[in-house]
């Protein structure tokens, strides 16, 4: 992950940034990289994205699910997290693509889901064009060009910067809430949408995708996940409003 220095000059321009080291992965320790706070957004640590660019999705995620209490929004849970860590799936092996099963740990068995799976050459092309775009590969593009998904929030999160910029005289990660709701209402809708299903999938999927911290999405919700191999009796089954 880049450290501070390393940030362009329109982040320093645009707001604060500043080391904190409290890191929601692992205990804070001597070996622990530190997380980095741009403006009022954590940037934990190993993120694909660089820190500039990951505090821009995380205010573009705010903006599309912003906290309502009791409802935590994207930025309690992590949302953007998940959707980088999506974008650098194939930086680890096996990629962090489909989790491992048939349980989490949770409620009995092992905790099978943190094991990722590997993928079949078929998959792997699959999710690295998808991810990655076709990179004119002739495997990948028998159909066609593809852009991929990396591509796409890099284009969109610069022009909602440019947009910004232009209109504000700064940064999108450093406007308030109803000038960056306004921004996004204004851009793309084809990727608003995009954006704001992936912003939902880290809000309220599986943690093990790096999403949901805490489990906050779920508790927001009351809803205690996965219950595998601990399951329901009859009686829940039957009147699942009696919990």
Not at 34 to 43: A, F, T
Not at 118 to 126: A, F, K
Not at 156 to 168: D, G, P, V
Not at 171 to 192: I, N, S, T, Y
Request: include cysteine; charge should be negative; aromatic fraction near 12%.
């Amino acid at each position: 992950m880049q450290d501070a220095q390393n940030l362009s000059r329109r982040t320093f321009l645009g707001g604060a940034v500043v080391l904190v080291c409290s890191s929601p992965l692992a205990g804070c320790g001597p070996q622990d990289p530190q997380e980095l706070k741009i403006g009022p957004w954590v940037i934990p640590p190993k993120t694909t994205f660089a820190p500039e660019r990951f505090a821009q999705l995380a205010a573009l995620f705010d903006a599309l699910i912003p906290a309502d209490k009791p409802l935590p929004g994207a930025t309690a849970t992590r949302a953007a997290f998940y959707l980088d860590q999506l974008l650098g799936a194939f930086r680890v092996n096996p990629p962090r693509i489909f989790a491992g099963g048939p349980y989490s740990g949770r409620h009995g068995g092992a905790d099978n889901f943190s094991s990722f799976q590997r993928l079949t050459r078929v998959e792997e092309i699959r999710w690295r064009t998808y991810l990655e775009g076709s990179l004119g590969i002739p495997e990948r593009e028998f159909n066609g060009p593809v852009k991929g998904l990396t591509e796409i929030y890099e284009e969109n999160l610069e022009a909602l910067e440019a947009a910004a910029q232009a209109k504000r005289q700064r940064g999108f990660a450093f406007l308030p809430f109803d000038e960056r709701h306004a921004l996004v209402g204004a851009h793309d809708p084809e990727f608003v949408n995009l954006a704001y299903q992936h912003a939902v999938e880290g809000t309220y999927g599986d943690p093990v995708y790096g999403g949901n911290k805490d489990y906050l999405g779920w508790k927001g919700i009351s809803y205690e996940g996965d219950r595998q191999p601990l399951g329901y009796s009859a009686q829940q089954m039957a009147n699942p409003e009696e919990g």
